[in-house]
């Protein structure tokens, strides 16, 4: 496994270590870094490397402190991230992606396939109402 990581702020970056051994199968180092938690003191929000890019996950409401600012900071921690190691993974050359199952929600889940496959599925379950997925 191919993995090196600095402090965890969340299950956001636990989610991102847990999948390392399989993207690095697929071509794709990770490298990851808590840029600010969440809890850390004076934090404006929640930021985190994925390898060299800085993803801001999101922000404090200014008049709210630890409150996001953003209408929903679990899809935003789903997204942004699943987004980034697909864009590592078209870059090392890889048919993989990412595909997000009901994505920003306790009950969703992550799968790291062909895809074609994952697009096909994804289709299936949209138009016969069984699931909500993005490839992001």
């Known amino acids: ?16 270590v847990g999948m390392a051994a399989a993207l690095d199968d697929c071509g794709v180092e990770l490298h990851l870094a808590t840029v600010t938690g969440p809890f850390d003191e004076g934090s404006a929000g929640h930021s985190v490397a994925v390898n060299r890019a800085v993803l801001c996950l999101y922000r404090f409401a200014a008049d709210e402190p630890k409150v996001p600012a953003t209408e929903d900071s679990w899809m935003d921690c789903s997204i942004y991230p699943a987004a980034e190691v697909n864009r590592l993974l078209e870059v090392a050359g890889s048919s993989r992606r990412l595909a997000l199952f009901w994505p920003g929600g306790n009950d969703g889940l992550s799968l790291l396939g062909e895809e074609s496959v994952l697009r096909r599925a994804g289709e299936q379950g949209l138009t016969s109402g069984s699931w909500d997925y993005v490839i992001p």
């Open 1 to 16: 496994m191919a993995v090196s990581y600095t402090t965890s702020a969340d299950a956001t970056e636990a989610w991102l």
